[in-house]
């Protein structure tokens, strides 16, 4: 059922986009880092980085597909040795999250990327958890952590990091699986997936960003995922557009980033329109802002810019990254009553109605 939303003029739609209330559900951490602050990390912890300067490692973020991406991706965390690192890191994302207002994120992390490099589960998890709680109290913006396995890597691995990461078990509120798609399907991580179901963990994954739709059913059917992230490549599959629709399973989509990995050719070329269309909980997110070209309120504004949607959509996306939060539900209700309250005001604001 379709909620009735007041008239917004088109050329009011920028500044609406901005200040609606939002949830973002698909962002990971490590893909926040700036050049800048990996430059000034590299600084404080003595670290020799491949790259000259900051406008040398801005310049290598042309990439051509997942993969040369992750490369660079894994080059910039190599700063990130001590807790006080990965608290400035996160704070520097939830500053942007206010900014863009972001009432609610959920981060993922990438615990394995660096405990390969020496550096300790709880010296990560207490300097982001640290960081969420301080935002909270000092900007009001709700944070939680979801801890993600790298499938490129071994089910073996993933499970010992599960282990690892347990004494901090309070600290994170689900797991994710993400990093090289293609070659890694879900079903690798059956077992994983089924011990963190059996200890109340939150479940998603990465599928069909690049992967085809038969990993989409596979993260449904043997992980017992609750959202997909990203999960464009699911038009290809009617029977499965047809399960997301019925099961409202929510898809954690990422324009910029399917830009810029050259999932499309063109924001314009972009599906999330038909998705959303179709009746499937879409939602749009920032997966690694610093390195894709924008925040959350970025995908956004490019995104309405180049597919022609309006406040209808806009609204729908909003609501539906708050209702596909995992949030209580009675939290959900307060910011969804603030979403109409923003666009009713809107209305008034800009003489619309
Ligand atoms: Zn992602």
Avoid at 145 to 158: K, N, V
Avoid at 260 to 282: E, F, M, R, T, Y
Wanted: aromatic fraction near 8%; charged fraction near 20%; charge should be negative.
């Amino acid at each position: 059922m379709k909620h009735s939303v007041p008239r917004i003029h088109a050329e009011h739609l920028p500044a609406l986009l901005r200040a609606m209330p939002k949830a973002e559900l698909h962002m990971h951490i490590e893909g926040s880092l700036e050049p800048e602050l990996i430059f000034a990390l590299a600084e404080r912890n003595g670290v020799q980085l491949p790259y000259a300067d900051v406008e040398a490692l801005r310049a290598a973020y042309a990439f051509t597909d997942l993969q040369s991406f992750l490369d660079i991706y894994y080059a910039g965390a190599s700063v990130l040795l001590h807790e006080q690192d990965f608290y400035d890191m996160a704070r520097a994302y939830l500053n942007r999250a206010v900014a863009d207002n972001v009432v609610h994120t959920e981060i993922f992390f990438d615990p394995q990327t660096h405990t390969a490099r020496g550096v300790g589960m709880e010296t990560v998890i207490n300097g982001l958890y640290r960081a969420c709680r301080d935002a909270e109290i000092e900007q009001g913006i709700s944070a939680s952590l979801i801890l993600s396995f790298l499938r490129h890597l071994s089910e073996e691995e993933a499970l010992q990091t599960l282990e690892d990461a347990l004494p901090l078990r309070d600290r994170f509120i689900g797991v994710g699986l993400d990093s090289s798609e293609v070659g890694n399907p879900p079903e690798k991580f059956a077992r994983v997936f089924g011990r963190c179901r059996e200890l109340g963990l939150h479940l998603v994954a990465h599928a069909g960003e690049e992967g085809p739709p038969a990993y989409i059913w596979g993260a449904l059917d043997v992980l017992h995922v609750e959202r997909i992230d990203h999960g464009v490549q699911a038009e290809k599959d009617p029977v499965l557009m047809q399960r997301l629709v019925d099961e409202q399973i929510p898809l954690t989509v990422c324009p910029l980033s399917n830009l810029k990995l050259c999932v499309v050719d063109s924001l314009a070329a972009h599906n999330l329109p038909q998705l959303l269309k179709a009746g499937l909980k879409v939602t749009v997110n920032s997966d690694d802002p610093a390195y894709f070209g924008g925040y959350v309120n970025e995908n956004y504004l490019q995104l309405f810019e180049a597919t022609g949607m309006g406040a209808q959509e806009a609204y729908q996306l909003a609501r539906n990254s708050l209702e596909a939060s995992f949030v209580a539900a009675a939290q959900k209700e307060q910011w969804i009553a603030l979403l109409d309250e923003t666009f009713a005001q809107f209305a008034r604001r800009t003489g619309d109605v």
